[in-house]
């Protein structure tokens, strides 16, 4: 049975970073899709971020292009998201999602309904 824990987060300023932290168990951590999603209250849930573990390859959303970087620590099979530059449209939930037992595509990699295992979520939040 996979799992997916979360951690980092918290409150931040204008401008700030945090990163977020992902370590799944349970599954063999390589050829997976991991990505992370946000939600903010009202609104529906988005992919902000993925990554394919067999290659590194990544996806980001438009709307963060730039400013946060998706990575990963095969070793302890963890993936990280680095925030920088947050603003307040960057408010939400953060969700890390796993797609295990599943072939990993990069037209999916965004996708919330491709992924079958979740992390609890963390709070983010930027004010000024």
């Known amino acids: 049975q996979g799992n997916v824990v979360q951690s980092g987060g918290g409150s931040v300023q204008i401008g700030g970073s945090l990163r977020l932290s992902c370590t799944t168990s349970g599954y063999t951590y390589n050829s997976n899709c991991v990505a992370w999603f946000r939600q903010a209250p009202g609104k529906e849930r988005e992919g902000v971020a993925g990554?394919?573990?067999?290659?590194?390859?990544?996806l980001y959303d438009d709307s963060v292009e730039g400013r946060f970087t998706i990575s990963q620590d095969n070793a302890k099979n963890t993936v990280y998201l680095q925030m920088n530059s947050l603003q307040p449209e960057d408010t939400a939930m953060y969700y890390c999602?796993?797609?295990?037992?599943?072939?990993?595509?990069?037209?999916?990699?965004?996708?919330?309904?491709?992924?079958?295992?979740w992390g609890q979520g963390t709070q983010v939040t930027v004010s000024s």
């Open positions: 990554i394919y573990t067999g290659s590194s390859q990544t």
């Open positions: 999602a796993a797609r295990w037992g599943r072939i990993c595509r990069d037209d999916i990699l965004l996708t919330d309904s491709a992924y079958n295992y």
